[in-house]
């Protein structure tokens, strides 16, 4: 069995990490990390390019929040995928690819209207995902 989880370098992608280094330790399953590069910003998304250097800056992002989580000894590995303008698509066909058992992603906090409709990248995941998705909050912020 494959824990997959969708990498980006925000606070709720980096809570979605610790949390499947956390299903994959407690089911002693192997974990793989997801990331769509693309050449360009698309929103608030940093761009991270396809050579040795971005993917070794990649790698580092990831590790840190697995150390920063608890996790540091999690073996995982990492998949990229480049897009052609749809990176949610690109997304999908890495998850049918690896061959996923369970996919965590990472949303930020909503309020019950924005439950409702949902982030569309996120909506579309949960519609094209064969494999059962688990949704993971950024943390509250320290009172």
Do not use: C
Request: charged share 25%.
């Amino acid at each position: 069995m494959t824990i997959a989880v969708v990498h980006k370098d925000s606070p709720e992608g980096r809570a979605a990490i610790v949390a499947a280094a956390r299903e994959s330790v407690g089911r002693s399953e192997e974990l793989l990390v997801l990331h769509v590069l693309d050449d360009v910003n698309i929103g608030d998304t940093v761009s991270i390019g396809n050579t040795e250097n971005d993917r070794a800056a990649l790698r580092g992002e990831i590790q840190s929040a697995l150390d920063a989580g608890g996790y540091s000894e999690t073996k995982w590995d990492l998949r990229t995928t480049e897009h052609d303008g749809d990176p949610v698509t690109a997304l999908v066909n890495l998850v049918h690819g690896a061959g996923v058992d369970l996919l965590i992603v990472g949303t930020r906090r909503m309020s019950p209207i924005g439950k409702f409709l949902l982030e569309r990248p996120l909506q579309r995941l949960l519609l094209e995902v064969e494999a059962p998705i688990l949704v993971v909050k950024e943390p509250l912020p320290a009172e």
